[in-house]
Structures are given as C-alpha cells and as structure tokens.
C-alpha cells in the first residue's frame, strides 16, 4: 500500500496521543467543562505545561544549532484575519455546548463513551459542509486572507530566545493556574503506591510534559500534530477511495496519510488506556450532563451531533483546534493561531457560564459521580 509507512506513523503518533488525552482526563466532559467554567483548570494546566515543554525544546535546539541534525523545524500556521474570530466564535460555542474537541470527541469513542459517536459524525457532516461551502467563504471574503505573522518576527527577536523565554512564562502561567484551581480543595487524598498511580488518572505535570514531547516528536517526523486537520486528511482520504475526492483534498500524499493515522490512532490509545485503567464503559453521558444540561437523551445526542458539526465549521474556517491551535500551535508562536485560540476561548467562558447560570453548584455536586464513571 502507498504511504504505509507515513500511516503507520500517523497511527503511532496518535495511539500515544490517545494515550496521554485519557490518562490526563481531557477526555472527560467534567474536566472540559470545569476548565470552561473556571472551576477545574487541570486540562489548562495540562496544556501549559504541553506548550511550555515544546518551546523550551524547539528554543534550545535553534539556539545550540540542532534544528537540521533533528529536523525540528516548527511549522508557522497562517493569519486569517476575520476567518480566525468567525471559526473561533462557532468553535467555541460548539465545545461548551458538547464538552469536547475534535481530538477528545474521538478519544471519547475510545474510551466508550458511545454518545460521542454522534459527535463524530457531526464532524464528518461539518467537514463535508465545509467542503461545499468554502469557495463561497472564498468569495465572501471571510477565507482567503493568509499572512505568515510570527511573534519573534513582530518584536524582532531570535526565534530561539523568545521560544525559550515563552515556555518559562507557561511555566510560571502552569503554576499560578495550580495555586488558584478551585477544584483543588474537592481533590481526595489518597496514600497510593506507583501502580496505582500508573493506573489512576495522572497528575497535570508529567501528562503536559509527555503531550509536548509527542508534540515535537510529530515535528521531527516532518508533521503537524493537529485533530481538526487530521479529521479533514480521513475524511479527504476516504472520499478518494470512494471515488468522490473532495475539491480541499486534491490529491493523496504521505502528509494527508500521517494525519489520517493521527486521528485513527486516538481510537486505540483511548481504547488500551481506559481498558488498563479499568474505566472502560459503556456509559451514555456523564452525570454533570445529565444532572445540569438535560435528562432527556435524545436532546443529548442531538446536542452532541451538533457540537461535532460547529466543532468541524469552526475548526475549518478558524484554522485550527485546542491541539492545532493551542498545544501545538503556541511554541511555533504564529500570531493566527492566537487569534483563533483565544476567541474560542473566551466564547467557550461565555457559553459555558450562560448553560449553567443560576445552577453550576449542581455541576460541582455531580463531582463525585463524575470521577466515578471517569465521565
């Protein structure tokens, strides 16, 4: 088979992925929505450390003249102008109303949290809909704009120097997002041996550091580790085989088969991981879901269909994800992926905030059953 190898690649990078999503919680809808509602920040301080991790090292390999040797070579991701706020506004809406991101809805399947498949259809459906709608984004004005704009380049800076010094201030954001989490005080604590730990949910720090060395690892191999863009590579690679190629997918390469194995690889690390963990379940929805959004299941599923297509829309159209245009995204430190992250981010706050109003003490009461069901 043509590819195979860039496939198989794709599949490791993504089962290691998979991995550490589930091990660290950012699969759960308790730990995405709390981070949203500001009344969990493991996920954020999860991601800090990621990004923190990835610059720190691309920083000290351009600087002590190993870029070539290694073949780290961050990748700068474009300004879209106005294209970064519409996505970042759909996608932002659609991860506070669904509790997940292209990466983890997958992972989510994973783990079997078979609700999620609904989301996964709502992101193939959206990237098809993006598919047919972008030459009118294109002549609208919204798509089209793409300029290289970096922060070392607007402050004239070494890429080297800034990256570094960009992964110390996430270190320091990392440990003042730890010293303010509110969650820290329902946090249990439990003498526990290494096995145990091994097997339990894992703690914030080394879970960053392990997602930006898979993160770097992606770049070494030449690739991008993104989920938004790697649902478009399968959804593209599929449409080819069946003989119905999509016009933002010309052709097959080996750069679209890493990323298709990128996102077919979460499906078995998620999998190995919450098997091993003993948290693999047939659970429809979490408790926090079914106790603060709605008890009727079919207006569940739905919602999640849903949040899987704005996820899609708003990915395609803003240019990245939480992994494309957060975690990986930062130390490369292109100013378009910032726009994008931080859009999303504050609507996400906003959403999340407007779900639960009036009633988010019922979301930390359902605390203790989350953790439970590892929802």
Not at 12 to 37: C, D, P, Q
Not at 311 to 329: Q, R, Y
Not at 353 to 371: C, E, P, T
């Amino acid at each position: 088979m043509e590819h195979t190898h860039a496939l198989i690649m794709g599949l490791i990078t993504g089962a290691l992925f998979g991995i550490v999503l589930h091990k660290v919680g950012a699969i759960r809808y308790s730990r995405v929505e709390g981070m949203l509602l500001l009344r969990d920040l493991k996920i954020m301080k999860f991601a800090f450390t990621g990004i923190a991790t990835t610059s720190i090292i691309y920083g000290l390999v351009h600087l002590l003249g190993y870029a070539d040797a290694l073949n780290i070579h961050p990748r700068v991701m474009p300004y879209m102008g106005i294209a970064h706020l519409i996505g970042g506004f759909l996608f932002g809406i659609a991860m506070a109303s669904a509790g997940f991101c292209p990466g983890t809805c997958v992972a989510r399947v994973g783990a079997g949290k078979w609700f999620a498949t609904a989301g996964v259809i709502g992101l193939i459906l959206g990237i098809v809909i993006y598919s047919i709608i972008q030459p009118s984004l294109v002549e609208a004005g919204i798509l089209g704009q793409k300029e290289k704009i970096t922060l070392y380049g607007l402050l004239g800076i070494p890429y080297g120097v800034l990256a570094v010094v960009w992964g110390i201030a996430f270190i320091i954001f990392a440990i003042i997002a730890d010293w303010f989490d509110p969650a820290k005080k329902y946090e249990q604590k439990e003498n526990r041996n290494f096995l145990d730990m091994l097997r339990g949910e894992w703690h914030w720090l080394p879970s960053g550091i392990l997602a930006g060395l898979i993160i770097t690892w992606a770049t070494m191999q030449g690739e991008y580790l993104g989920f938004s863009g790697a649902a478009l590579a399968l959804v593209g690679w599929v449409a080819h085989v069946i003989g119905h190629p999509l016009q933002i997918v010309p052709n097959i390469n080996e750069t679209i088969m890493w990323h298709a194995g990128l996102i077919l690889g979460v499906l078995p690390g998620a999998f190995i991981s919450a098997i091993l963990s003993k948290t693999f379940k047939f659970d429809a929805v979490p408790p926090p879901f079914a106790v603060a959004v709605t008890p009727v299941p079919w207006v569940r599923l739905i919602l999640v269909f849903f949040g899987g297509l704005f996820l899609a829309l708003g990915a395609m159209i803003g240019g990245g994800c939480t992994t494309g245009a957060f975690l990986s995204a930062y130390p490369t430190l292109s100013v378009g992926p910032m726009a994008m992250s931080a859009t999303y981010f504050v609507i996400g706050v906003l959403t999340a905030n407007l779900i639960y109003f009036g009633r988010w003490s019922r979301f930390v009461q359902a605390k203790k059953a989350a953790d439970e069901v590892y929802d």
